[in-house]
């Protein structure tokens, strides 16, 4: 299995936005489901949202707001779009293509995770 790769991280000031690209390689890529999640330094991995086959997508609260996420399944490609940005945003956004939705929680597909993404938001 072909991990998928992310893109679109950058160096911004604070209010600023950026635009992350997540691009699979799976065939069924319109079947499945992916999520963002991003990992600062010194804290775990968390979870920052996600996007059904389908569409539908769940953001964690502290994004709600700023964050949106959509994807187009003709490119297979799933987008993190980024608004507002603070400097608690900056970390590695990690981008992961194939997990379950059970009971509204995204549970990632281990296989499945792309070399991240850097993106640091100054003061």
């Known amino acids: 299995q072909v991990q998928p790769v992310e893109s679109g991280g950058d160096l911004v000031q604070a209010g600023g936005s950026l635009r992350l690209s997540c691009v699979g390689s799976?065939?069924?890529?319109?079947?499945?489901?992916s999520a963002w999640y991003r990992q600062a330094p010194g804290n775990q991995r968390e979870f920052v949202g996600g996007i059904s086959f389908d569409g539908r997508t769940k953001l964690t609260d502290i994004v709600k707001g700023r964050f949106t996420i959509s994807r187009d399944n003709d490119k297979k490609t799933v987008y993190l779009q980024m608004n507002d940005l603070k400097p608690e945003d900056t970390a590695v956004y990690y981008c992961n293509v194939g997990g379950a939705f059970v009971s509204g929680t995204y549970l990632p597909q281990r296989a499945s995770w792309g070399q991240g993404t850097q993106v640091t938001v100054s003061s």
């Open positions: 799976r065939v069924d890529f319109s079947r499945l489901h």
